[in-house]
């Protein structure tokens, strides 16, 4: 299948804002490796404006999951997906890569009537790896899951689950022939995305200035409101101005932060996506959880350290940035519980995890990073 020319292809990676962002490097190479191919890309509407004007892409399928999941809307959201339905079908893959792993992901596969649909293998069991040595998280990522490895035509093998997810996803390479170039994470997004990041900065006269996004999906990977507050005030001493960063659902725990830290500018539910990208690519540091802005952060090139807790490091945290992680060492993390009613030891990963510690990693990477531009200059 190496050899085989393919001439429509589908990506499927609907979400999280993450996982899309590891997914990139994918992307790039399909477009090198089939150069006049259609190559689209199945995603949700919240993460499309990430990829969208990528010049690797054809165009954006999109998923609107949430309406899905909306009873009193049931009778649209059939017509809905099976409009979708229609669409995959009408565009005549003869190539779908499902990268999501989940049931719905699978259907989609199957529905797109595409002759090769590839995806990751059933999930690994304790025994199979290093001689059943090895402690799987329960929660953590094994494989395809909810069954959906029997859509696939072509599964791609497991060998370990001590890799991130940028590697992992490259193990697709091999069986499309792919090059073994490092993976290309490059944003790309409008002059207008950039202009709404100038017009916020000049009217909070910001100049040098820190990020802080301290929310996430899941509840237990939320280090404290008073931790941001405390990393906060230490950037403002050092003449940095201080945005908060977050979606509209995060915006209670960046008020309560800014709260904490006056000076500290809530821009919370005041960005897309691309107008994060292009803010961020101006910052002088980033402080987040184990979140998307944390690989959205790697993807730019900038400075970050992310707080860890539930979740490994070594499978998902800022990409060949070991030295960007503070975590607790903690014998039950990661445990990957996503509910602190879940979490038997009164979150501890994140409550044992000071302010003093982050801020000194975040005084080594703001040196590091000076030292690396004056190399530069």
């Known amino acids: 299948m190496a050899a085989r020319q393919f001439e429509h292809i589908l990506l499927i990676k609907p979400s999280a804002f993450g996982d899309v962002l590891h997914a990139l490097p994918v992307l790039v190479k399909l477009r090198k490796r089939y150069a006049n191919a259609r190559i689209d890309w199945l995603i949700t509407p919240e993460n499309a404006d990430l990829i969208r004007h990528h010049p690797a892409l054809s165009n954006v399928v999109l998923f609107a999951r949430r309406d899905y ?22 565009a005549q893959y003869d190539l779908v890569i499902d990268l999501h ?15 090769v649909r590839i995806g990751f293998d059933r999930p690994m069991r304790p025994s199979t790896v290093n001689g059943g040595s090895l402690a799987i998280p329960r929660h953590g990522w094994r494989g ?76 237990t990977k939320h280090w404290h409101e008073s931790g941001f507050a405390a990393v906060g005030r230490y950037l403002l001493k050092q003449g940095l101005g201080v945005i908060l960063a977050g979606t ?33 690519n101006r910052s002088t540091i980033n402080v987040t959880n184990d979140s998307g802005s944390m690989h959205l952060a790697v993807a730019l090139g900038r400075p970050v350290v992310s707080v860890f807790g539930p979740t490994n490091p070594i499978w998902v945290g800022p990409y060949h940035r070991p030295e960007a992680v503070v975590r607790a060492d903690l014998p039950c993390s990661p445990c990957y519980f996503r509910r602190l009613s879940q979490c038997p030891h009164d979150h501890a990963c994140m409550n044992q995890l000071s302010a003093e510690e982050v801020i000194d990693r975040v005084k080594i990477v703001l040196a590091e990073a000076e030292r690396v531009k004056g190399l530069a200059s």
Not at 69 to 82: F, P, Q
């Open 69 to 90: 999941g909306r009873w009193n809307r049931i009778l649209a959201a059939g017509a809905g997906l099976l409009k979708l339905v229609n669409a995959l079908q009408s």
């Open 144 to 219: 395809s899951r909810e069954c959906s490895w029997m859509a696939y035509s072509h599964r791609i093998p497991i060998p370990t689950l001590d890799i991130h997810a940028v590697d992992r996803y490259l193990w697709l390479s091999p069986m499309l022939g792919l090059d073994d170039e490092p993976p290309d994470l490059r944003l790309y997004w409008q002059r207008q995305a950039e202009e709404h990041a100038e017009a916020l900065l000049l009217r909070h006269r910001l100049h040098t200035f820190g990020i802080l996004v301290p929310g996430t999906i899941w509840r």
């Open 101 to 115: 792993g989940q049931l719905r992901s699978a259907f989609f596969s199957l529905a797109s009537g595409a002759p």
């Open 248 to 280: 509209m659902r995060e915006r209670r725990r960046c008020q309560a932060v800014a709260a904490a830290c006056p000076g500290a500018i809530d821009l919370s539910g005041q960005t897309t996506l691309s107008q994060l990208a292009a803010l961020m």
